[in-house]
């Protein structure tokens, strides 16, 4: 998937998801991502009580993790999953951009 495809995917709009460490975290992130590290997504997805069709945009520092995390959403029911690819390529693409600003916990 491309920035521009991600971002498109984004604007839908879609949840945003931020599934690095912590310490990558801390050194910049997509403002208004959730942040939850791809080890514990689908545990956190159903916590925060997310609808299996909620269109949910999922990314790293390279698009493994985030690929990794979108096939643990997927197999646990989650319909609408994007791998939305490496932070740096999405932060390039449109830096700056606030996102998640239509969804409340």
């Excluded at 599934?19 to 956190?44: F, N, Q």
């Excluded at 690929?67 to 999953?81: C, E, P, R, W, Y």
Aim: glycine share 8%.
């Amino acid at each position: 998937m491309t920035p521009e495809q991600a971002w498109a995917a984004i604007e839908q709009p879609a949840l945003v998801i931020d599934v690095r460490t912590d310490e990558e975290v801390a050194a910049g992130t997509i403002k208004g991502s959730l942040h939850i590290p791809y080890e514990i997504i689908v545990a956190r997805a159903n916590e925060l009580g997310l609808a299996k069709e909620t269109p949910i945009v999922v990314y790293c520092r390279s698009g493994n993790r985030s690929g990794i995390a979108q096939s643990m959403l997927q197999a646990d029911g989650f319909t609408a999953v994007v791998n939305g690819g490496a932070y740096a390529d999405l932060d390039a693409f449109n830096p700056g951009a606030n996102v998640n600003a239509h969804w409340t916990p």
